[in-house]
């Protein structure tokens, strides 16, 4: 090879214009596939079915017809319905029209790889569903497409090649044409395979500068969601004496309230808990999956700091309740009332939207503490707690990084706070988890099993926390455990559960100490005998 002559058509002024336009085509066929292919994917994951059809026929269609047949359909059978385009106009669409169903696949697959229980941990949180998206589920979706991503500008960039069919003057067309009249195909081909090099190294670098900084911990400040109404806010910072006031909370949502001792569950006269007064009133709950029913007709009360119990084999509903008060779960028939407010359901009998729902368990001050931890992969520990009082409850950077550090030092935690979830262990991970849940001072605590996933010697630190908030906070709290004796130190009533049904409620000594059903005394004395 003629080392001078490739040198030459190397910086030749004519290819490098032709470098510039094969650029030109790859920016506007990935940016403009990447806005539709947004689109396309959100069409392909709404509820609504029509849209979902139309956003799979298009990717169909344009999945199964060659690149090359739609280059030359956009710019020569436009112009017969009066749209006439260049030919780098026509290129560039076609690109962006092509690479979108590609596109639309990549976000699909990474919204859907981010895991469902940070979601789920989200919307527990109050963040409704534009804020989880852009807070939770998209930063961890684009950390797993970036990969993705890169591959596909490579190949938007080989694939603008095709263009030179309808005359683009980019890089290979003008290579063709230099060929053609100079005879020199080895340098040239060589100098032109070196330049596609080139560009295919930048998009690769640029790929693996985003790679490093998309897997960094994400510390993001941003301003709150919404701004609350005045009274909103109160009622949020309506908690319970022994709170205390932490060094990062704002005035509005600081100060102790009387606590109404009022504990014990006893049944009202027609039998059913007495609801009157209650943080927490369920009436007949009925939850169905199919023809299985998970949950019939089940009634519980819990008054202002009272802890309750909720025990039973699995697959007594527990958990599926836990959901319901939290309107994470929707329900068949019944009632949640939270702090005098009925959740989920509207005057008209219709299950409110997401957004609404975020609203309610805002006001209504619910909290909810998963058995999976749920913490949010991409943020730090601190952010895990601080973010949602940014995001939800409109607190200030400063105070709500404050709250987080106080809370992270009371759970035995505060030296972690820069540490990625993932580094900690089990036990660690459910006590930022709890942290995250009582940072934003919430009056009605959830623990869905909050030591099952944990192995047996890290169960002791998580329960010690819990049984501190208990007795320090003034919470009022429902929780689905199998830890009896963790359940008799702590609870104040306890509900033994059974085929989706109360089978026995009462004093949390009397229940689990000396139960009166026949169901009740054969899982007590199953779980005591497992405790030993």
């Given at each position: 090879m003629d080392i001078?002559?490739?040198?030459?058509?190397?910086?030749?002024?004519?290819?490098?214009?032709?470098?510039?336009?094969?650029?030109?085509?790859?920016?506007?066929?990935?940016?403009?596939?990447?806005?539709?292919?947004?689109?396309?994917?959100?069409?392909?994951?709404?509820?609504?079915?029509?849209?979902?059809?139309?956003?799979?026929?298009?990717?169909?269609?344009?999945?199964?017809?060659?690149?090359?047949?739609?280059?030359?359909?956009?710019?020569?059978?436009?112009?017969?319905?009066?749209?006439?385009?260049?030919?780098?106009?026509?290129?560039?669409?076609?690109?962006?029209?092509?690479?979108?169903?590609?596109?639309?696949?990549?976000?699909?697959?990474?919204?859907?790889?981010?895991?469902?229980?940070?979601?789920?941990?989200?919307?527990?949180?109050?963040?409704?569903?534009?804020?989880?998206?852009?807070?939770?589920?998209?930063?961890?979706?684009?950390?797993?497409?970036?990969?993705?991503?890169?591959?596909?500008?490579?190949?938007?960039?080989?694939?603008?090649?095709?263009?030179?069919?309808?005359?683009?003057?980019?890089?290979?067309?003008?290579?063709?044409?230099?060929?053609?009249?100079?005879?020199?195909?080895?340098?040239?081909?060589?100098?032109?395979a070196v330049l596609?090099?080139?560009?295919?190294?930048?998009?690769?670098?640029?790929?693996?500068?985003?790679?490093?900084?998309?897997?960094?911990?994400?510390?993001?400040?941003?301003?709150?969601?919404?701004?609350?109404?005045?009274?909103?806010?109160?009622?949020?910072?309506?908690?319970?004496?022994?709170?205390?006031?932490?060094?990062?909370?704002?005035?509005?949502?600081?100060?102790?309230?009387?606590?109404?001792?009022?504990?014990?569950?006893?049944?009202?006269?027609?039998?059913?808990?007495?609801?009157?007064?209650?943080?927490?009133?369920?009436?007949?709950?009925?939850?169905?999956?199919?023809?299985?029913?998970?949950?019939?007709?089940?009634?519980?009360?819990?008054?202002?700091?009272?802890?309750?119990?909720?025990?039973?084999?699995?697959?007594?509903?527990?958990?599926?309740?836990?959901?319901?008060?939290?309107?994470?779960?929707?329900?068949?028939?019944?009632?949640?009332?939270?702090?005098?407010?009925?959740?989920?359901?509207?005057?008209?009998?219709?299950?409110?939207?997401?957004?609404?729902?975020?609203?309610?368990?805002?006001?209504?001050?619910?909290?909810?503490?998963?058995?999976?931890?749920?913490?949010?992969?991409?943020?730090?520990?601190?952010?895990?707690?601080?973010?949602?009082?940014?995001?939800?409850?409109?607190?200030?950077?400063?105070?709500?990084?404050?709250?987080?550090?106080?809370?992270?030092?009371?759970?035995?935690?505060?030296?972690?706070?820069?540490?990625?979830?993932?580094?900690?262990?089990?036990?660690?991970?459910?006590?930022?988890?709890?942290?995250?849940?009582?940072?934003?001072?919430?009056?009605?605590?959830?623990?869905?099993?909050?030591?099952?996933?944990?192995?047996?010697?890290?169960?002791?630190?998580?329960?010690?926390?819990?049984?501190?908030?208990?007795?320090?906070?003034?919470?009022?709290?429902?929780?689905?455990?199998?830890?009896?004796?963790?359940?008799?130190?702590?609870?104040?009533?306890?509900v033994f559960m059974?085929?989706?049904?109360?089978?026995?409620?009462?004093?949390?000594?009397?229940?689990?100490?000396?139960?009166?059903?026949?169901?009740?005394?054969?899982?007590?004395?199953?779980?005591?005998?497992?405790?030993?």
């Amino acid at each position: 090879m003629d080392i001078t002559g490739f040198l030459h058509y190397l910086t030749l002024p004519y290819l490098v214009e032709g470098l510039l336009v094969t650029l030109q085509l790859t920016a506007f066929g990935f940016l403009g596939g990447m806005a539709l292919g947004a689109v396309l994917a959100a069409m392909q994951l709404t509820r609504f079915r029509t849209l979902t059809v139309i956003a799979r026929c298009y990717t169909t269609l344009y999945r199964g017809t060659p690149l090359i047949l739609q280059l030359v359909f956009t710019f020569t059978v436009l112009p017969h319905a009066g749209v006439v385009l260049t030919p780098i106009v026509a290129g560039s669409l076609a690109l962006a029209l092509n690479e979108a169903t590609f596109f639309s696949e990549i976000f699909r697959s990474g919204i859907r790889g981010v895991d469902q229980a940070q979601t789920t941990a989200g919307r527990a949180l109050g963040l409704g569903p534009g804020a989880l998206m852009r807070r939770v589920t998209a930063p961890q979706a684009f950390r797993q497409m970036v990969p993705a991503l890169g591959n596909e500008a490579v190949a938007t960039m080989k694939n603008s090649a095709l263009a030179s069919i309808i005359a683009v003057p980019e890089l290979t067309l003008r290579t063709q044409q230099l060929a053609s009249s100079t005879f020199d195909y080895f340098e040239i081909y060589v100098a032109t395979a070196v330049l596609y090099l080139l560009l295919t190294g930048a998009i690769t670098g640029v790929q693996l500068l985003v790679e490093r900084r998309s897997v960094r911990i994400a510390g993001v400040r941003s301003r709150p969601l919404a701004r609350r109404k005045r009274g909103r806010a109160e009622t949020t910072a309506a908690s319970t004496a022994g709170l205390g006031r932490g060094p990062g909370t704002p005035p509005e949502l600081a100060g102790p309230v009387e606590v109404v001792e009022m504990r014990g569950g006893a049944p009202a006269e027609d039998g059913r808990p007495e609801a009157r007064g209650a943080a927490l009133a369920l009436t007949g709950i009925v939850k169905r999956y199919g023809e299985r029913t998970v949950l019939d007709g089940v009634d519980l009360a819990a008054q202002p700091g009272e802890v309750v119990a909720l025990l039973g084999p699995s697959g007594s509903g527990k958990s599926t309740l836990l959901r319901i008060i939290d309107q994470l779960e929707t329900r068949d028939s019944g009632t949640v009332t939270v702090n005098g407010a009925e959740l989920g359901i509207g005057a008209t009998g219709r299950r409110h939207s997401e957004s609404r729902l975020a609203a309610e368990r805002v006001d209504a001050g619910v909290s909810m503490v998963f058995q999976n931890f749920a913490l949010f992969s991409h943020l730090s520990v601190a952010e895990n707690v601080a973010g949602p009082l940014r995001w939800v409850h409109g607190w200030a950077a400063d105070a709500a990084a404050a709250r987080a550090h106080e809370l992270l030092g009371r759970v035995g935690l505060g030296e972690y706070a820069d540490a990625a979830p993932a580094s900690l262990s089990g036990g660690q991970q459910q006590r930022v988890a709890i942290a995250r849940a009582i940072a934003a001072r919430p009056r009605l605590l959830l623990l869905d099993e909050p030591t099952s996933a944990l192995d047996p010697e890290l169960v002791a630190e998580v329960l010690r926390v819990i049984t501190s908030l208990a007795r320090d906070e003034g919470l009022t709290m429902v929780l689905a455990t199998h830890q009896l004796r963790f359940a008799r130190q702590v609870a104040d009533t306890a509900v033994f559960m059974a085929g989706g049904r109360v089978v026995e409620t009462g004093p949390a000594e009397r229940v689990i100490g000396d139960p009166s059903t026949p169901q009740a005394v054969t899982f007590m004395t199953a779980m005591n005998a497992a405790e030993v």
